[in-house]
């Protein structure tokens, strides 16, 4: 996996240099982001209706909306495709992302501090930590179009989310040893990462779209 992962980064940031960020790229990258915080957003929604301590619900709340914000975001920000083989392809990867992480599990029940709620917390740690566009992006490519500023933006708050999530992560008081939370933070990374190299593997196939221009009228000779 760490060979593939290199080489399929490695890859990206060759075609991220050669072709830019075209809209069919825009609508992927895009598509994916806003389906794992819409997914993030969801679980986390349910806070709301469970007896938690003060400062983890005040984290998990303010993530929560943070998500949804980012989303939104996305959504103004981005270049839309008019290629509906792209939006179809996001759909399956999308699907993949609710299948592969197991994100239904999360969804129902009472949120409480046992394993299954320290799964979450591992996904959602997974989510904010592997999945970075910009890093992979020439480093004289000014953030300043829409979609760049939002992606950097995106990111930005994820590294900020990323601090509190480990300080959970490692202080919960929860009955798993410390090689079983090692387990379960890996295994969450793992997934995650397979989701997103899959991601940059299928943006890699994109082409820039050939702008089809009118022949020139071919000049006849006058007759002689």
């Not at 992962?5 to 490695?10: E, I, P, Q």
């Not at 740690?125 to 992006?137: D, G, K």
């Not at 179009?145 to 202080?171: C, H, M, S, V, Y």
């Amino acid at each position: 996996m760490a060979d593939q992962s290199t080489d399929t980064r490695k890859r990206a940031m060759a075609f991220f240099k050669a072709e830019g960020l075209e809209a069919d790229v825009q609508t992927r990258i895009s598509l994916f982001l806003q389906g794992v915080k819409s997914t993030n957003a969801g679980i986390l929604s349910r806070v709301e209706f469970q007896q938690m301590e003060w400062l983890p619900y005040k984290f998990l709340h303010s993530q929560c909306f943070k998500e949804v914000e980012m989303t939104t975001l996305l959504n103004k920000s981005t270049t839309w495709s008019n290629n509906p083989s792209v939006y179809l392809a996001a759909t399956q990867l999308n699907l993949a992302v609710w299948q592969e992480t197991g994100a239904a599990r999360y969804m129902g029940g009472v949120m409480k501090v046992d394993r299954n709620f320290y799964e979450y917390l591992a996904l959602s740690h997974a989510f904010l930590s592997t999945i970075r566009i910009v890093p992979l992006l020439p480093v004289q490519l000014l953030l300043i179009t829409p979609f760049l500023a939002a992606l950097k933006e995106i990111e930005e708050e994820n590294g900020r989310q990323i601090q509190t999530q480990i300080r959970l992560l490692k202080d919960m008081v929860i009955d798993l040893s410390v090689e079983e939370k090692e387990a379960i933070i890996e295994h969450q990374r793992l997934a995650v990462e397979a989701l997103f190299l899959r991601l940059l593997t299928e943006v890699c196939e994109l082409k820039k779209p050939v702008h089809q221009t009118t022949p020139p009228t071919p000049q006849t000779q006058p007759a002689q």
